[in-house]
């Protein structure tokens, strides 16, 4: 079998690596993809005609999508009436991912347990039982103590997340200025616990569970400084034990399941649960609808089952059956950032170090340049090490991380650290 993968990021080096050892696949393909995975294909992901057309010539029979943006902009709905499989969402079930709004209104009606919310903009699925609200009053109802949400996909830059009245009034300006006074976006209260990714095969009625994962947002070591694409993951999560798992299936996975039926969704594809682990027990921050990025490095590596006849799996009817195994011990990653980063940063950097074993290195942004490999993005590499617990993980992984440097090179010294 021939498979496309769609995407360019560690993600999609991370998922082709994986398929690539699979006895069912031939042959992987990347569209665009980077510097590091081969078989690459220069067509863009939001050009379905030409990624239709590309599969159809090449008698590719299954597409991976890697990224969010294709699945909410309809990939799974164009290929709806070609025999080649499209894992992932049709764009009706990519709303959980693409608006917040849609989101919290599903986890509403379904049961899922999650933050309690307000939401601002005037749309056909407006589901709040609350009065309608200023978004002043919401603010000073949670007592500043609150997270600001931009409806859309942001890339991760449009939530907030407040201390006080003054610094949420602050944001909302900011909220305004970036994407106008009429944007649709939601307040939620303010959690406070440790966040945990769970990430599950879906056919649209069961699932399957890969390791628990944890990402790490913030730029600096010790959570601080912006927001970025993620610095860093690791899996499995040491408190993750039977009793927080059965609390999870039961209070978000399954009513989630429920909805998806219920909806109607064609779901063949991934479900990503972002949790928080409250005083109060596990809630739902948000849906992916996709595999995570930096989670997808470490989870994938600690998959011990055939990557592509699980995701076969997902379209026969067979998954509930599906023998998911893991290898033991602990998948550590450090992401490798071009300076600045999230903000302006060069491009065109030369790499040094990628002579040596590339055993588990997944590249992100890079890009051959006269054959010699650059930098071409904030996040430039993904450096993976496995250990037989954490504290071994880690300490492999800030050894492997020493090979490599580059003009400018940033990377977190506290990834698996947090307590
Ligand atoms: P989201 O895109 O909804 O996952 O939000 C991005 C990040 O903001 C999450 O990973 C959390 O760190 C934080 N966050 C989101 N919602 C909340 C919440 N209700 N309480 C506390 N932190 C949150
Ligand atoms: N790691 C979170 C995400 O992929 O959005």
Request: net charge negative.
């Amino acid at each position: 079998m021939k498979i496309a993968v769609i995407g360019s990021g560690g993600r999609e080096h991370a998922i082709a690596w994986k398929l690539e050892q699979s006895d069912l696949v031939d042959r992987v393909f990347v569209l665009p993809g980077n510097g590091g995975t081969t078989h690459n294909v220069p067509i863009r992901v939001d050009d379905f005609s030409g990624i239709r057309a590309f599969c159809q010539k090449e008698d590719v029979a299954l597409v991976f999508v890697g990224p969010e943006v294709p699945l909410a902009d309809g990939i799974v709905d164009f290929f709806a009436d070609s025999p080649i499989k499209v894992f992932g969402p049709d764009a009706a079930g990519a709303q959980l991912e693409g608006s917040k709004i849609f989101a919290k209104c599903f986890m509403q009606k379904y049961g899922v347990a999650t933050a309690e919310f307000y939401e601002f903009g005037i749309r056909e699925q407006s589901c709040c039982m609350e009065l309608p609200i200023q978004p002043r009053e919401a603010i000073e109802k949670l007592q500043g103590r609150c997270v600001i949400k931009y409806d859309g996909l942001a890339a991760g830059k449009g939530v907030f997340v407040c201390n006080s009245v003054e610094q949420a009034l602050a944001d909302l300006d900011e909220l305004f200025d970036t994407y106008g006074s009429e944007a649709h976006f939601l307040i939620e209260e303010r959690l406070e616990g440790d966040e945990l990714s769970i990430l599950a095969f879906t056919d649209g009625h069961d699932y399957q569970l890969l390791l628990p994962s944890q990402d790490h947002k913030q730029l600096l070591d010790g959570d601080e400084g912006p927001n970025t694409g993620g610095m860093g993951a690791f899996c499995p999560v040491p408190f993750y034990d039977d009793n927080l798992k059965t609390q999870i299936e039961k209070e978000v996975i399954e009513p989630t399941m429920r909805g998806i039926k219920a909806e109607g969704f064609n779901f063949h594809g991934i479900i990503y649960f972002g949790l928080m682990i409250t005083s109060g027990g596990p809630k739902l921050l948000e849906y992916n609808v996709r595999l995570g990025d930096p989670e997808t490095e470490v989870v994938l590596p600690a998959l011990k089952s055939d990557l592509a006849a699980l995701v076969l799996a997902c379209f026969d009817g067979t998954l509930d059956a599906f023998p998911m195994e893991f290898h033991p011990g602990t998948f550590v990653d450090v992401v490798l950032v071009s300076g600045g980063y999230p903000k302006a940063y060069k491009k065109g950097v030369p790499i040094c170090g990628l002579e040596h074993s590339q055993e588990l290195v997944f590249h992100a942004g890079t890009t051959l340049q006269d054959g010699k490999l650059v930098t071409a993005g904030g996040r430039v590499l993904n450096v993976v090490a496995h250990g037989d617990h954490l504290e071994a993980a880690i300490k492999a992984c800030y050894n492997k991380v020493k090979q490599f440097s580059f003009e400018n090179m940033f990377y977190r010294t506290d990834i698996g650290h947090r307590k």
